[in-house]
């Protein structure tokens, strides 16, 4: 015999989504999706702001760092006031150009007859010919001496006191005075190079208009044995 069929309730297949209930699913897919992508680009975009900001702070603190350590030149105004600086000499050189060597009256020379072809400004680690010293001098440059024995941490020293141009540092023998500061007419002795006058000097005598030539070049002529 065939047995009966079952007399419970029958379950019914599965029923199969509707094609609004697919599109919603994939509606719902498509945001979540959507989503996680605008999660992601979020966290990229603050990674990315973080390492900007980080390597910006890196290269400011590099850029400050040179700054800080990088020595920088002394500044002064051009020309002086007529200001009186005690133990200044003053002196009154003629200006002539000649080729022979000259034999100046002061120990270093502080102007008179000077070479055609003036020295270049700048740091010699050697004596330099006076015949061209002295023609920078009347351009209005400074030349700043110090006896070849002098420290050299008083040499630092006077290194930092100096402008970045239209002034001459170089050993210079026999000097009368550990440091003799140098301008057209014009001159200072001072024992030591953090003596206040060396500043006072250069404030008022560093490019003077009281020159046989204010104003006139200090580079592209001469540079003697020693340039630094």
Request: proline share 11%.
């Amino acid at each position: 015999m065939t047995p009966a069929p079952p007399t419970g309730p029958s379950v019914p297949p599965s029923a199969k989504p509707s094609v609004k209930q697919q599109r919603a699913q994939q509606r719902a897919q498509k945001l979540e999706q959507y989503h996680r992508e605008q999660k992601r680009s979020a966290r990229n975009r603050k990674i990315g702001l973080i390492a900007g900001i980080t390597a910006g702070v890196a290269v400011l603190a590099l850029v400050i760092t040179s700054i800080v350590l990088t020595p920088q030149s002394a500044t002064y105004s051009a020309g002086g006031d007529g200001t009186e600086i005690d133990g200044v000499e003053t002196f009154e050189n003629a200006s002539m150009h000649v080729e022979t060597p000259v034999d100046y009256p002061q120990t270093p020379p502080a102007g008179g007859e000077h070479h055609p072809t003036w020295l270049n400004c700048g740091v010699y680690t050697e004596p330099v010919p006076s015949e061209n010293a002295v023609h920078s001098l009347e351009h209005g440059a400074l030349w700043v001496t110090y006896d070849p024995d002098l420290p050299a941490a008083e040499l630092d020293t006077l290194k930092e006191a100096l402008p970045s141009s239209y002034v001459i540092l170089s050993p210079f023998d026999d000097l009368p005075a550990p440091i003799v500061l140098s301008g057209w007419n014009s001159q200072l002795q001072v024992e030591s190079a953090d003596d206040e006058r060396v500043a006072a000097f250069f404030e008022e005598y560093w490019k003077s208009n009281d020159v046989p030539e204010p104003g006139a070049l200090c580079t592209g002529a001469y540079d003697a044995p020693g340039k630094a």
